[in-house]
């Protein structure tokens, strides 16, 4: 696929080229505070930030390390990491919580007398996802320590926000704040063919004209190229995959009352066939530089199937 074959104007932001050029470059860091800003709307005010080195090791070179997506602070040096997470993943909480202790630990100081007192920790994630399926109006998660008796905030300065995209359904004539503006300029970008007239602000323009893939350089054209490739690699294997399961549960309503041998004949041709198909997402995905670890917990196979692709 041809850069020059995309009939998109702007990028889509749930590839990792978009994501970090967009919230993750000096260049474009005015966008990144204005996001959160409006997010914090007036509990937090960010004038300026830093980016910071986004692979972090453990205490000892035994332990895993962690990759960011993007990792900065403020003017106070509080700490901020901005993850996006394209499709569900099974431990994706827990995954939060173990990048949140990075940041926590790289805070202590060493060879004098530290009291331990801590600088605030957000991780943000920006999900095109839903993880809770009970209140489908609520998208804006805000979760940090309480007591459990009381409800009253324990510790505030670990905080973890969660934004459920597929859940923000307002149309342009309904937004109203800034952060509104945001989640749908966020949602929509790669299906809009020009700026909406509500989104008039400064920031939006600034916004849209980074996003416009006509002004990519060769390289940046090229890379974007590449990760678009394994996002719709990505939502092939996760249609397939609902799809499959949609499948299997016709069979087996079909299948019922019928000979054993021949229903298991036709599930292990099927089987095979899928399987195939599989292996064949596994590769394309392995030959557009995606981790052994997100193909396997994506496809299914084992690393080291993959590994011998």
């Known amino acids: 696929m041809a850069i020059d074959d995309l009939s998109e104007r702007y990028v889509n932001f749930y590839t990792d080229f978009a994501f970090k050029k967009l919230f993750g470059t000096e260049v474009n860091k005015d966008l990144l505070i204005s996001f959160l800003n409006s997010m914090f709307n007036g509990r937090e005010l960010i004038t300026d930030l830093t980016y910071l080195n986004t692979e972090h090791m453990g205490t000892s070179e035994f332990d895993r390390k962690a990759v960011f997506d993007v990792y900065c602070e403020n003017e106070k040096g509080e700490k901020f990491l901005v993850e996006m997470q394209r499709g569900e993943q099974q431990f994706f909480k827990d995954r939060s919580i173990f990048y949140s202790t990075f940041p926590i630990r790289e805070q202590a100081q060493r060879g004098t007398e530290w009291n331990y007192q ?113 996002y719709r690699d990505w939502y092939s294997v996760m249609e397939t995959a609902e799809k499959k399961g949609e499948a299997k549960g016709r069979i087996e309503g079909r299948v019922e009352g019928r000979a054993e041998g021949r229903a298991e004949g036709r599930a292990e041709g099927r089987a095979e066939g899928e399987a195939q198909k599989t292996v064949e997402i596994a590769r394309n995905l392995k030959a557009c530089g995606v981790d052994v670890a997100t193909i396997a917990q994506t496809t299914g196979l084992s690393k080291e199937d993959i590994s011998a692709l």
């Open 118 to 230: 801590l600088k605030a920790v957000y991780t943000i994630g920006i999900l095109n996802f839903c993880f809770d399926r009970n209140n489908p109006e609520y998208f804006h998660h805000e979760v940090k320590l309480t007591d459990t008796k009381t409800g009253e905030v324990f510790y505030d300065k670990l905080c973890y926000v969660y934004l459920e995209m597929p859940k923000f359904t307002k149309t342009e004539a309904e937004l109203e704040t800034l952060f509104d503006k945001w989640l749908y300029a966020i949602r929509h970008l790669p299906t809009l063919l020009k700026r909406p007239e509500s989104l008039q602000e400064k920031v939006f323009q600034r916004f849209f004209e980074a996003a416009e893939i006509a002004k990519f350089n060769k390289q940046e054209r090229l890379e974007y190229e590449d990760t678009l490739k394994a």
